[in-house]
Every structure is written in structure tokens, then in C-alpha cells.
């Protein structure tokens, strides 16, 4: 795993000569928007095949973000309380509503090109939440996937969150797993503009969680073990990721 700090001054330099096919950045605690800013240059760097794809794990300062799917973005504070409580609001690209991100949830961002790394659209959405489901694994939560919901439940509550946007064959944003973070954050918005659901964490499920630092090696490693084989099929007219953009899932 690489630290955020090595790949400075010059993300794309550094990231350019590094060898195979993934590579797991640990961006620490980042601010939401410069996040975001490094998703859109690494997507296209990954695009014009200057560097390999990658997956950031990131924690966020407070904030909520909203999907294209208007219709499930919804909030139940105004703007200007979130505003005096310290948390952002930022309306973003991606599949799904309204979900939340507070330090003590992991997020992971794969920057990757399906293709070269012989993903078809949804065994990529199944890949991220089998990533989810070691790293819970590992703080010792046992979660599923529910038919119909995309994302990771613990007996009908909530616990990671799957959101991603494709472009020309190339992800952006992810997954969200609540690990110890606060809750109280999404008693703003219905989450994914699910009526009635109900989130959980790691931390609420087991009353400890596992030091960030041990999640997130379990991370880059089921990041790596549950890569396709090097040689996918053609995709087909059907299936193919390259289309323009395409959306999928329930948030990040």
C-alpha cells in the first residue's frame, strides 16, 4: 500500500512508474472536494493509460453527497443546519441518493479500467462489496447482500453503502463500509432514499472495532485476492463497459 504523502508533488509522475496492474493508495483523512478533484485526475490518467488503475481508501470530515437519482436524495435537515453542525453538502455523479461520510467509515474509490482488468459492470459492483464483506469480516461482522439493494446488511440494517460511475470503461467513487463512525450523521437524509432503513457499523454491531490501520491491510489485500484472471472475454455490445457513462448502485 502507498501512502498519499509519497505520491506528492506529482500524483500521475509517481503513480506512471509504478508496475501492475492495481495499485492501493491510503489517502488518510481527506477533505471530500479534493478527493473528488484526485478521483477526476487519476480517471483520466487510468482513461489515457498513463497509469494503472488504482483504489484510493480514504476518510472523510462530515459530509453528505447526492446522487444523480433525485428523486432518492433526501434531506431532512435544511443546508443551513448542516452548515452550523460542520457538515459539507456536495451533489456528485455517481449511481444512488443521499448517503453520508464521517471519519470511522472506510471508504474505498476505485479508479479502474474494467476492461484491462477483465470486469464486466455488475461482477465489478460484486467485487466491491466482497472487498466490504472481508474487511467487516475482519472486525468481526458478518455481512450480507440483499436481492434488489445493492450494498452490505447486517439482519436488515445497513452497514456499507455501493456507489459507483462508469465512463469510457473507467469507475469512479465506491464503497462506503461504517466501521466506527459516528451515526448520528445520517439522521439527516434517508440513506440511498431507502424510507425506513436503518444504519449500523462495526463499532455499534460488536461495541469494538479493529484499528483503521488493520481494516485497511485487510482491504488492499482482498483488493488484490479477489481480482478477475488476467485474461477476461471480449465484452459484448450488451455488456460492455465502455459505454459513455453509466451508474450503478446506492451512493458513495
Not at 93 to 106: E, K, V
Not at 122 to 142: C, T
Not at 222 to 247: G, I, K, N, Y
Request: with cysteine; glycine share 8%.
Amino acid at each position: 500500500m502507498i501512502a498519499i504523502e509519497a505520491c506528492l508533488p506529482d500524483p500521475l509522475a509517481y503513480l506512471g512508474c509504478q508496475n501492475g496492474p492495481l495499485i492501493v493508495v491510503d489517502c488518510g483523512l481527506m477533505p471530500y472536494q479534493p478527493a473528488l478533484d484526485l478521483q477526476l485526475t487519476l480517471n483520466q490518467a487510468v482513461l489515457d493509460d498513463a497509469i494503472p488503475s488504482v483504489i484510493l481508501l480514504v476518510e472523510h470530515p462530515p459530509v453528505i453527497t447526492l446522487g444523480i437519482h433525485k428523486d432518492h436524495n433526501l434531506l431532512l435537515s435544511p443546508p443551513e443546519l448542516l452548515t452550523a453542525q460542520g457538515v459539507e453538502c456536495v451533489s456528485i455523479r455517481r449511481g444512488g441518493g443521499s448517503t453520508a461520510h464521517n471519519p470511522g467509515q472506510l471508504v474505498l474509490y476505485p479508479i479502474v479500467s474494467l476492461p484491462a482488468l477483465g470486469f464486466r459492470v455488475a461482477p465489478f459492483v460484486h467485487y466491491l462489496e466482497q472487498v466490504g464483506i472481508d474487511v467487516l469480516l475482519a472486525a468481526g461482522v458478518k455481512a450480507e447482500r440483499r436481492n434488489r439493494y445493492p450494498g452490505l446488511w447486517v439482519d436488515g440494517r445497513k452497514i456499507a453503502s455501493v456507489g459507483v460511475q462508469i465512463t469510457h470503461g473507467v469507475s469512479m467513487h465506491g464503497i462506503a463500509i461504517n466501521l466506527c463512525n459516528d451515526l448520528g450523521i445520517f439522521d439527516h437524509i434517508v440513506p440511498c432514499g431507502i424510507t425506513g432503513v436503518e444504519m449500523t457499523s462495526a463499532l455499534r454491531e460488536r461495541g469494538t472495532c479493529a484499528p483503521m490501520v488493520q481494516v485497511k491491510a485487510v482491504a488492499e489485500q482482498s483488493c488484490f485476492h479477489h481480482l478477475p484472471l488476467p485474461t477476461p472475454a471480449a465484452p459484448t455490445a450488451a455488456t460492455s463497459p465502455t459505454s459513455p457513462d453509466r451508474h450503478h448502485g446506492d451512493t458513495p
